[in-house]
């Protein structure tokens, strides 16, 4: 919701529906309107490091496949926006005993070593910005959003320049407001 109030408006990819692993986003048809987002953001990798062996398993996708994955979701939102700006996100590293840290790193350096990504380095997280060694506090969300917006505003991505999906409410006459949303989606 950061990026929200930083941009005035979002269009979030997973809608609801519930995409906990790469395979699922690799299922669903992301192109569901008229005009395709100028900008998104792809943060995968936590889940698919399940390890193998533990109650969350189910969740495991091998590294191939998840670089795979994340090959296909690239170049589709490519196909469907040439000049989309695509911001790829890698997992935040695991702070839980036992953990495999091998696992998510594989998984950190794939979503880094995309071609499309512009291979700059990311800062390493401390614990402060996981609440469970896993999941993002707010403190971690808001370093993600601060990066986000850089990498936006780095690509000449600014709020003020991006088209709006709706009329903007001093553009609707009150006695004819059909005839904004016409002359908008025409």
């Given at each position: 919701m950061l990026v929200l109030e930083a941009y005035g408006k979002i269009v979030e990819f997973d809608r609801n529906r519930n995409v906990y692993e790469i395979d699922h986003a690799t299922k669903m048809n992301m192109q569901d309107s008229k005009k395709p987002p100028a900008a998104a953001t792809i943060f995968f990798g936590a889940n698919d490091a399940a390890i193998l062996g533990r109650t969350s398993e189910r969740q495991h996708v091998p590294v191939e496949e998840y670089k795979e994955n994340l090959r296909k979701i690239v170049l589709h939102m490519k196909e469907c926006s040439p000049t989309i700006l695509i911001?790829?996100?890698?997992?935040p590293p695991v702070d839980e005993d036992g953990r495999n840290e091998y696992a998510r790193s594989l998984y950190g350096e794939d979503a880094r070593e995309e071609p499309e990504r512009m291979n700059e380095e990311t800062e390493g997280?401390?614990?402060k910005f996981l609440s469970d060694g896993l999941h993002l506090t707010p403190e971690g969300n808001a370093v993600v959003h601060q990066e986000v917006v850089r990498v936006f505003r780095e690509a000449w991505f600014s709020a003020e320049e991006m088209p709006h999906d709706f009329p903007h409410h001093s553009?609707?006459?009150?006695?004819?407001?059909?005839k904004a949303f016409q002359q908008q989606c025409t």
């Open positions: 911001v790829l996100i890698t997992p997280w401390q614990k553009d609707i006459d009150g006695k004819n407001p059909e």
